[in-house]
């Protein structure tokens, strides 16, 4: 009974929203005629998954959420390492190895995009490999949106990893060394699967917020004009607020939150099957 | 105890005072009507705002919200308030082709005779059209717009080329500066020049308000103009991210001996490029066949009043303030903008500021209006989702493949 009020918030902010939300994509609803809402079952669905706009913009997500995730987990393994072995000035290491977290993503993109863009003078076009306008270059605007991402996110990759690594006592590695391991054989062996709990949950949470990427690929994507870079979460944005069909925008919001649904549902059957102690040697 | 109790209430009252000010509300018998506008880049709009707040003899106060800078984002901004049914927008911006949308879905009040004859008088007859929903008017036009062909006299021998074709030619043989400045980005600015080509060759992309057009024999001819460009050396290598600031730039770089854009690139180009300045020349705007009719796009503001308003008298009395003559002038001079009311492109005066005035008259009397209709967004995302980039158009499938998009939005189904 006494954890009632925090369940009626718990139904008041997440199940109702959510509820909504899936009984909207179960309408044919528009806004610009809100007499004219009829229910049209699991129509939006097999408009969305029939659509090849769909499969394309997942595609686009899935390649920017693997390959940034990829590079957030060894360069924050880095920055993990040099900030657990720092021994003079390790609060300044993690202060600014912290700072690109800080900053505000819109931000953080429209920084990255001026940098870049040709026809708005930024001083990376045009030098070396780079074509002079790179962001309509289809591979270097995934470049561009990915080094956003990487930028601003390894740092929380790293705090997370740092908290792994500080379970990794010292004794082992001292013994390790006595028996003849190498540095790497040590991190190998020892510390990362030590670390295993730590670096999933890390995984977990940056795949799925990869996932969900809007922000830099919309504003690196010109606001959301380039659809060689569009993702699923642009594509929701593009139903719900440039339409305002709320069945179509709904039924892409809810295949996203069923899809981010299984990404945590493999690592969390990927967590449950590997307690630490299991899986070293 | 007693002088505690009165601070307490003193500082009560004084909160409240301050509470009701926020409140945008009446202070002192004078109503604060919200303008949410473009903020046009010279700040003629802003301007206007201020000079009818005291013209209005402290009745009213026009505060200046600004939307963003393009039409896209401009529409989300005021939709997304509109259909939460925000009583805090009073008087709005409204691109000519939000008409039929916003009046379908009741977020805009049509005009009462005694300020829609107001309206009426003196004003041009194609931005009149474009306020007009159903025999009703639902906004008042503030300033026109189209698009006409500039050229650089010292790159381009006497006239430019009359036709699409002949100009894609010309500019892809030039060795200096073979570029024509066109928006072909994925936004609004492809489906107006789709709307023009199509229109040129005497098509149509609606058939009535929810019917499809797009015949095959105009709609090939468009798509494979856009093809051909997009293919030329005449195309900016980033033809799919411009739109018409960025040709503007371009223009202004020297990288085009053509562009095909508004008017506002004239006070710009006078301010940041001198040296194109002085040769810069003006032509009407290309037709797809010899001697056929160039349909222009015709663009521009309507002044709409909010449903939801708790002022709607004030804000038809400020909305007409709002386009007067005087401001109009100031959209045209200092932002480059046409005005609506006809007088004013009579006065001599007028014509010396602005020589390219009676072109842009000439155009606006047979302009290619986009068409109206209430699912118009969907429409316009459906083409140019499509034909965006130009240069991955494919001829032969591409007008099938129109159709069946436009006519999947008019139903407001497809994801797009």
């Known amino acids: ?281 | 105890m007693r002088s505690r109790l009165g601070s307490a209430v003193g500082a009560v009252v004084a909160t409240a005072a301050v509470l009701a000010g926020c409140g945008g509300g009446d202070d002192g018998g004078r109503v604060t009507l919200n303008f949410w506008a473009y903020n046009e880049p010279s700040g003629s709009f802003r301007a206007a705002a201020d000079r009818c707040t005291e013209q209005s003899d402290g009745r009213y106060r026009i505060a200046f919200n600004p939307l963003g800078n393009d039409p896209d984002t401009q529409r989300q901004s005021l939709v997304r308030r509109l259909a939460a049914k925000d009583s805090s927008i009073d008087i709005m911006s409204m691109d000519v082709i939000w008409t039929a949308e916003f009046a379908e879905a009741e977020w805009i009040k049509p005009w009462p005779e005694q300020f829609a004859s107001k309206v009426r008088e003196g004003t041009l007859e194609g931005p009149l059209q474009t306020a007009t929903y159903e025999d009703e008017l639902y906004a008042a036009p503030a300033n026109s717009n189209t698009q006409l062909l500039w050229y650089r006299k010292d790159l381009v021998d006497g006239e430019p080329p009359r036709t699409w074709d002949k100009l894609i030619d010309t500019a892809s043989e030039m060795e200096e500066g073979g570029q024509i400045e066109i928006q072909g980005a994925q936004y609004e600015g492809t489906t107006v020049l789709f709307n023009s080509l199509i229109q040129s060759a005497g098509g149509e992309i609606l058939d009535g308000p929810d019917k499809v057009g797009l015949e095959q024999e105009p709609t090939q001819k468009a798509v494979d103009v856009m093809a051909k460009f997009g293919r030329s050396p005449a195309a900016n290598p980033s033809l799919e991210n411009q739109k018409e600031d960025q040709g503007r730039l371009a223009f202004e770089q020297g990288q085009a001996a053509f562009q095909v854009n508004y008017p506002f690139i004239y006070p710009s180009a006078k301010d940041g490029a001198p040296e194109i300045f002085k040769n810069l020349g003006w032509a009407e705007y290309p037709s797809v066949e010899e001697g056929g009719p160039s349909k222009a796009p015709i663009g521009g503001f309507n002044w709409g009043v909010g449903n939801y308003t708790e002022h709607p008298e004030l804000a038809f009395e400020a909305a007409t303030c709002l386009r007067s003559d005087e401001n109009q002038r100031s959209f045209a001079l200092d932002g480059g903008l046409p005005p609506t009311l006809e007088a004013i492109y009579d006065d001599p005066k007028f014509e010396e500021q602005y020589p390219f005035g009676d072109l842009i008259r000439r155009q606006l009397d047979d302009p290619g209006v986009r068409p109206a209709s209430p699912l118009y967004a969907d429409v316009s995302l459906a083409i140019y989702k499509t034909l965006s980039p130009f240069s991955d158009i494919d001829t032969d499938t591409v007008v099938d493949a129109l159709r069946e998009r436009v006519s999947n939005a008019l139903k407001s189904q497809g994801l797009l």
């Open chain 1, 1 to 281: 009974m006494l954890c009632a009020p925090a369940i009626i918030v718990m139904i008041a902010v997440t199940a109702y929203p959510i509820g909504y939300s899936v009984y909207l994509s179960l309408l044919r609803a528009d806004l610009r005629f809100p007499n004219d809402n009829e229910f049209v079952g699991l129509d939006n669905y097999v408009t969305v998954l029939s659509s090849s706009l769909w499969w394309n913009d997942v595609f686009h997500t899935v390649v920017i959420m693997v390959v940034s995730v990829a590079l957030e987990l060894v360069l924050g393994m880095l920055l993990a390492l040099v900030m657990h072995r720092a021994l003079f000035g390790r609060g300044l290491v993690r202060t600014s190895a912290l700072i690109p977290y800080g900053i505000v993503t819109v931000v953080a993109a429209f920084a990255w995009r001026l940098a870049w863009s040709g026809t708005e003078g930024g001083f990376l076009a045009g030098i070396g490999p780079i074509p002079d306008d790179p962001l309509t270059d289809t591979f270097w605007t995934y470049v561009v949106v990915i080094g956003t991402e990487v930028w601003k996110t390894t740092p929380f990759m790293a705090l997370l990893l740092l908290a792994g690594l500080a379970l990794v006592s010292d004794e082992l590695h001292e013994a390790a060394r006595v028996d003849g391991a190498n540095a790497w054989q040590r991190f190998w062996s020892i510390t990362v699967p030590l670390m295993r709990p730590a670096i999933l949950v890390a995984l977990l949470f940056r795949t799925l917020d990869a996932f969900r990427i809007f922000d830099s690929a919309y504003i690196i994507g010109l606001n959301g004009t380039n659809p060689k870079i569009e993702t699923v979460s642009i594509l929701g944005y593009n139903q719900l607020l440039n339409r305002l069909n709320l069945g179509l925008g709904s039924a892409v919001s809810v295949l996203i939150f069923l899809m981010v649904m299984l990404i945590a549902l493999v690592f969390i059957k990927g967590l449950g099957t590997s307690s630490p102690g299991a899986q070293s040697r």
